[in-house]
């Protein structure tokens, strides 16, 4: 049984090896996405540690006077610092992502199961406990209802001016629950990667479904880049900083950059999903 297996593992190992390549050659779209998704995951651990800086100890940019100015044109002051105040949020949700964004990278490597198998068992358990922690400080931010529309436009209603596109209103939903949804699929893709590798051993489920949980997660990461292109593009449209320190533009831009950060690493991954799985992309066996 035990050799069994190994055998199982092993074959696995090198699938997940050469997921990458197509027909002998590299396929670009995994790479691009591997580039994609490191990028983002080191993009998160500097703004957690250096950016903002609400729930490290170490020197904040915040506490530079140019920092403060250039963040303030693109989100309220009291967005990024907020969870100073709250040890717990810090502890359960913040914190643990940075964690999860700095291991992400290298368990998604093709190659460093290959290498280094126990370091990859070793990082993947820490990697799930600290998603879930996610989804409890995830839990917390609700309760104490620090969610950005009910604290931090203080002269916007909070179900006003939610975005610059889509009616909530008219279509019978609310922002929260839109997120609420979405921690719920971060949950979801991290059991079922759990339980792929856990009790099936089946590895080219947990791949799939592991790349579907950092997807997930890092949503929030393209949510930060795409705030930027956003302000460029009012920027270029109308006049330079158009939208900048206008709280009617900086919240909806904030709630938008998060939909279609979360739709782009969505559906990324699922291209990436099928080039991987389907036969007509599928590596030859030697």
């Not at 709250?86 to 998604?108: K, R």
Request: contains cysteine.
């Amino acid at each position: 049984m035990e050799l069994r297996v190994r055998l199982v593992d092993a074959t696995t190992t090198t699938t997940m090896t050469n997921v990458a390549t197509k027909r002998g050659r590299r396929d670009y779209v995994l790479v691009a996405g591997y580039l994609g998704a490191t990028s983002l995951c080191v993009l998160m651990v500097f703004w957690i540690w250096y950016a903002p800086g609400s729930c490290t100890p170490l020197r904040s940019a915040m506490d530079q006077g140019w920092y403060r100015q250039k963040s303030g044109a693109f989100v309220p002051l009291n967005l990024v610092t907020k969870y100073a105040k709250h040890f717990a949020v810090c502890a359960s949700h913040v914190l643990p992502a940075s964690g999860w964004c700095a291991i992400a990278p290298f368990q998604l490597h093709p190659s460093a199961r290959a290498k280094f198998p126990r370091a990859h068992r070793v990082l993947g358990r820490v990697f799930f406990a600290l998603g879930t922690s996610m989804i409890y400080g995830y839990w917390l931010i609700n309760r104490r209802g620090l969610h950005f529309h009910a604290t931090d436009f203080p002269t916007i209603s909070q179900n006003d001016k939610m975005s610059l596109w889509i009616d909530y209103a008219r279509l019978g939903v609310t922002f929260v629950q839109f997120e609420h949804a979405s921690a719920a699929w971060f949950f979801y893709t991290l059991s079922r990667a759990y339980v792929a590798v856990a009790f099936r051993r089946n590895f080219t489920e947990h791949r799939i479904w592991v790349w579907r949980h950092v997807a997930a997660g890092l949503s929030v990461a393209a949510q930060r880049v795409l705030i930027g292109v956003h302000h460029a593009l009012f920027s270029f449209l109308r006049h330079p900083g158009f939208s900048h320190g206008v709280p009617e533009l900086q919240k909806p831009i904030f709630a938008d950059s998060l939909i279609i950060g979360g739709a782009l690493c969505v559906f990324y991954c699922e291209w990436c999903v099928r080039r991987s799985t389907s036969s007509s992309f599928r590596p030859k066996r030697a």
